[in-house]
């Protein structure tokens, strides 16, 4: 593999609280090392368009405690085709721009995978999504921001639902894994949480419902997963109403507030942490690999690999719920 004297960074796909953290130690490790670090705006889009500037370390200055991306973020149709990788490619060489970081989730990766095995170019990814659900990482950037974040709104929720004695329904993000709604229905005293992996959901609630949650409760909190296989909050809760006339049924989307705000200090240094790892990753001439986090040290995992396999969600911890929500 050729000297690399020049590496570009691009945000991609939704954005995480902790992309800047990761953004600037990518910048200060460059500079570190003598190489001089390109920012690409825009994400693939901004790489096919050379919407390109050359970073110096006063320019990640402040940046560290922002939610969202200085670099913003798009989707690209273009790159998904080889002609769009190509003219990206090209634009590349053309500002002499030796290897590349992505920091972004499943999508990110995809693209990046193809990107470097047509164009022989060194490319790392950071593991940017709320989520949680890359393989290869027991975290990703943003996951614990999201979580503090739908803790401190369902605290907030749990107290106007016992004023009025009411069962609120909660969606949060995790369309396709419910690392979110796990975690945050525990550290939020949840009745029960929905989650896409497990398929029983309603038949629980019903039985809660028909027994434990009328002899001793006046007010409960559930939460879902956005997408949920039975059609998310508002097709559960109208049901559980439909079901249970006597219940003051609510529900609430938190939506994307889950995705803002400043990012917590374990994701500035999970942030700090992958970003440092990613440029010793190009330096120690990896390339097409995540840099994730596994029992508190960095690991190279293929993008292959963290593509193909799923992470899997712990189910021991419905079994807490249940204890717990007694």
Same mark, same amino acid.
Not at 45 to 74: E, F, M, P, Y
């Given at each position: 593999m050729k000297e690399i004297k020049k590496i570009g960074?691009?945000?991609?796909?939704?954005?995480?609280?902790?992309?800047?953290?990761?953004?600037?130690?990518?910048?200060?490790?460059?500079?570190?090392?003598g190489i001089k670090p390109y920012g690409i705006f825009e994400?693939?889009?901004?790489?096919?368009?050379?919407?390109?500037?050359?970073?110096?370390?006063?320019?990640?200055?402040?940046?560290?405690?922002?939610?969202?991306?200085?670099?913003?973020?798009?989707?690209?149709?273009?790159f998904k085709t080889v002609e769009g990788r190509a003219k990206a490619a090209e634009v590349l060489k053309q500002k002499g721009i030796d290897a590349l970081i992505v920091?972004?989730?499943?999508?990110?990766?995809?693209?990046?995978?193809?990107?470097?095995q047509e164009q022989e170019i060194p490319v790392v990814g950071?593991?940017?999504t709320i989520d949680n659900d890359l393989f290869g990482t027991d975290y990703t950037i943003g996951f614990d921001t999201a979580l503090n974040t739908v803790v401190e709104a369902v605290d907030k929720i749990r107290d106007t639902a016992s004023a009025h004695n009411r069962l609120f329904f909660i969606e949060v993000m995790g369309r396709d894994a419910g690392f979110i709604a796990l975690r945050s229905g525990i550290a939020v005293g949840a009745e029960a949480i929905l989650i896409p992996e497990i398929d029983t959901h309603y038949q629980e609630i019903e039985s809660y419902l028909a027994n @434990?949650?009328?002899?001793?409760?006046?007010?409960?909190? =559930?939460?879902?997963?956005?997408?949920?296989?039975? *059609? !998310? &909050?508002?097709?559960?809760?109208?049901?559980? @109403?439909?079901?249970?006339?006597?219940?003051?049924?609510? =529900?609430?989307?938190?939506?994307?507030?889950?995705? *803002? !705000? &400043?990012?917590?200090?374990?994701?500035?240094?999970?942030?700090?942490t992958m970003g440092v790892g990613a440029v010793n990753a190009l330096l120690d001439d990896q390339k097409s690999i995540m840099v994730g986090i596994m029992n508190n040290e960095i690991v190279h995992v293929p993008f292959n690999k963290t593509i193909k396999n799923s992470k899997k969600v712990k189910t021991s911890l419905l079994e807490i719920t249940k204890i717990l929500s007694i």
């Open positions: 960074v691009l945000t991609s796909g939704g954005d995480a609280p902790g992309m800047n953290a990761a953004i600037r130690a990518v910048v200060r490790t460059c500079i570190f090392n994400g693939y889009q901004g790489l096919i368009d050379d919407n390109i500037k050359a970073l110096r370390s006063h320019d990640v200055s402040n940046i560290i405690q922002r939610g969202g991306t200085i670099l913003k973020s798009a989707r690209c149709e273009e920091i972004g989730g499943d999508g990110t990766f995809t693209g990046a995978r193809l990107f470097s950071i593991p940017g @434990g949650y009328k002899s001793h409760k006046s007010s409960g909190i =559930v939460i879902v997963a956005e997408g949920e296989k039975h *059609g !998310g &909050a508002y097709e559960i809760a109208k049901q559980v @109403g439909e079901d249970h006339p006597e219940y003051d049924v609510r =529900v609430t989307i938190l939506g994307h507030i889950q995705r *803002g !705000g &400043a990012p917590s200090a374990f994701d500035r240094v999970t942030a700090s």
